[in-house]
Structures are given as structure tokens and as C-alpha cells.
């Protein structure tokens, strides 16, 4: 086998087939991102039910939810930025259920000035919001400040344990507590680049395909003269 069908065999067809392969596997994925944020813009806006007795993060993700129950005066304050302000603090405190157990609420954000005056009221309550699975932590988030009281992600597991409540958040949606402070939509910190990713790899097949062409259109050019 000469040269010319070497290169187009074991270069340019595999390495074709690799690019293009890329590029449809990332519209799968960008099908597959559209249809997961359009799930969870209809969960947030179907009325709140009560919590179910079995959560599944698969199946229960964002899905709003009444509880009823105290909170609690232990609060947990977890730094984050304000737009347009700096820093702050977002607000994690028990929420005791009728049965006695307890679950996490995500209370809203406050501006860090006002955190050492931050009240709890105690009184029974309803809380309406959605549950929540968050994804902040990774092999760079240090270890939260347990003396100082700040944390730098709402890691659901060591927020529980510390708090002593079930790995169960709430993110409240009403009665917030600084209501001036806009409240993110959650499918904003959701990214979405596969439609890009996907015109990069097809644009590298075009680009790889091309060259191809030329490569042998060279090889074959030396030959005839």
C-alpha cells in the first residue's frame, strides 16, 4: 500500500470520523440540556405539594414544595457574591417538621453588615420553595470557617451533619429575607454551550477533511512528475 492510502486509511478517515462523531455527540448533549432546563422551569412553576415521603434528586429536583415546621435559631451562613454590592452571606437554618425531624431551609441572601444582627423568629410557619441538590463543591473549596461561622458552598451533606438535620434543602421562594436582593434564576447557573462545542467540532471535521484532500493532492502531484 502506497503512501497516499496509508495517510487516508489510518489518518484521515479515523480522524474525520472522530470530529464528526464529537459533533453529534454534543448536539445529543445540547438536546439533552434543553430538555433538563425546560424541566426545571416547569417544576418551579406548578404549585407547591407537600414533601414527598421518598425524595429522589432524578426525580425531585426543583420541585416546589410546601413544609410546615419551626425554625430553628442555628443558622449557617454561607458566603456569596451581590450583584452590584459585594459581598454577602446566604442563610441556611433547621426547619423542625410536625414529626420532629428536621431539613434544611435556604432562607435567602443578606448583605454581610447585617449578619451579626441577623433575628430568627421561632414561631410555626409555612415555608414554600424547591428542593435542592446543589453541585458547589469541588477539590478547591476549602473547608468552611466553623469558627467564624462561614462557609464557601452549600455542601448538602456537611450542612446537615453540622446543623443535625436530614440531607433535605428547601430553597424558600417567599418571605424571603432581604427581599431587595433579586433572587437568581436557578437554571442561570445551569450552563449551556454545547450548540457551540458542537459547531467546533464540525468546523475542525471541514477544517481535517480539507487538509486531507490536500495532503493527498500533493502526494499525488510529487508522483506524476
Do not use: C
Amino acid at each position: 500500500m502506497n503512501k497516499k492510502w496509508l495517510f487516508v486509511v489510518l489518518v484521515a478517515i479515523p480522524g474525520l470520523l472522530v470530529l464528526v462523531s464529537l459533533g453529534v455527540w454534543q448536539t445529543k448533549r445540547l438536546s439533552w440540556k434543553e430538555a433538563l432546563l425546560e424541566n426545571i422551569s416547569y417544576n418551579l412553576s406548578v404549585e407547591p405539594s407537600l414533601l414527598p415521603e421518598r425524595l429522589k434528586k432524578t426525580e425531585h429536583n426543583y420541585k416546589m414544595v410546601m413544609v410546615e415546621g419551626s425554625l430553628e435559631p442555628t443558622s449557617i451562613f454561607v458566603l456569596t457574591p451581590i450583584k452590584g454590592t459585594g459581598a454577602g452571606f446566604r442563610v441556611i437554618s433547621p426547619l423542625k417538621l410536625k414529626d420532629g425531624s428536621k431539613i434544611l431551609i435556604d432562607r435567602g441572601v443578606i448583605k454581610e453588615e447585617e449578619k451579626a444582627r441577623l433575628e430568627t423568629p421561632t414561631q410555626h410557619r409555612f415555608v414554600i420553595g424547591y428542593l435542592f441538590w446543589p453541585n458547589e463543591t469541588d477539590y478547591f473549596t476549602p473547608d468552611p470557617n466553623i469558627k467564624r461561622n462561614m462557609w464557601f458552598s452549600r455542601d448538602l451533606e456537611k450542612m446537615a451533619n453540622f446543623l443535625e438535620t436530614q440531607q433535605i434543602l428547601v430553597v424558600s421562594t417567599e418571605n424571603r429575607l432581604d427581599p431587595s436582593i433579586k433572587m437568581q434564576d436557578p437554571t442561570k447557573g445551569i450552563p449551556n454551550n454545547h450548540l457551540q462545542y458542537a459547531i467546533t467540532w464540525f468546523m475542525m471535521a471541514i477544517l481535517w477533511f480539507g487538509m486531507s484532500v490536500y495532503f493527498v493532492y500533493k502526494i499525488t502531484g510529487r508522483k506524476k512528475i
